[in-house]
């Protein structure tokens, strides 16, 4: 990380360790201009996604530098848990990864192993990747910084990982989880119903237990006012919808206003 990413990085995690809310949203589209936008407007981090986008390594990595120009930490959320994808984000400078479907405590293992260098895991090591300004950050620094900078978060989208939620939270080398009402409606038999009791009931569930553990929570939020909810109720990586319902958002709305 270069001498601004480093203090942006710092500034994040610091919030994040004393549970100082933050703002993000998931960007999904391919431009990073996108992404500066974001910055520019004060957010603190952004969720670069490629589960549900055509985002290949060569945008993320767009999106990365773009985040780091403007302010923002670029967490990436990879499409499975899978040790080759994990690596190759952060070896090009993720500050952090979401990890989708983690169930069980094995899982989260599989997410810390693949995530941390040694002792703490075995990810692969190369010093003269971009994460490690290809070789002009010393590989012991570098190691150092890794271990203590990038945030490993595992997304909760399913009852099971409720059901095993503390298994999870005892997993060593997780930073925080992030709750993904979505797919755990889904599980629930209740897709998309996101005020139905049942399912606030549930995410109330995970947040209480886990601000009693020393992970952080974040959640995908689909407006202000939901992130303002969960915020009040211990959240602090609030990703507030993605850039293209943003987008569309506005451009809904402005069609309305205008009214010809």
Request: glycine residues 6%; negative net charge.
């Amino acid at each position: 990380m270069n001498k601004t990413m480093c203090d942006t990085q710092a500034v994040f995690i610091e919030k994040l360790a004393n549970r100082t809310p933050t703002l993000g949203t998931f960007i999904v589209t391919g431009d990073p201009f996108v992404t500066e936008i974001f910055g520019w407007a004060g957010f603190d981090f952004v969720v670069i996604d490629t589960e549900h986008s055509p985002n290949d390594i060569s945008a993320v990595v767009n999106h990365i530098r773009a985040a780091e120009l403007s302010g923002l930490s670029p967490i990436v959320r990879v499409t499975k848990n899978d040790p080759s994808l994990i690596l190759r984000v952060l070896d090009n400078g993720a500050s952090g990864i979401v990890v989708p479907q983690v169930n069980t405590a094995a899982e989260a293992k599989a997410v810390v192993k693949a995530a941390r260098y040694a002792p703490q895991g075995e990810r692969g090591i190369a010093g003269v990747v971009r994460a490690a300004r290809c070789g002009f950050t010393p590989m012991e620094q570098y190691i150092e910084n890794a271990n203590k900078q990038v945030q490993v978060i595992v997304q909760i989208e399913h009852i099971e990982a409720v059901q095993n939620l503390e298994e999870i939270l005892a997993v060593e080398g997780i930073d925080g989880i992030f709750i993904g009402p979505t797919d755990l409606s889904q599980s629930m038999g209740i897709t998309g119903q996101f005020n139905d009791p049942a399912l606030r009931d549930v995410i109330s569930q995970v947040v209480e237990q886990t601000k009693a553990s020393d992970k952080w929570i974040g959640i995908f939020c689909v407006n202000a006012a939901d992130a303002k909810n969960w915020a009040d109720k211990g959240a602090v990586l609030l990703t507030i919808a993605t850039d293209t319902m943003l987008i569309a958002q506005a451009a809904r709305e402005l069609k309305q206003q205008v009214n010809i």
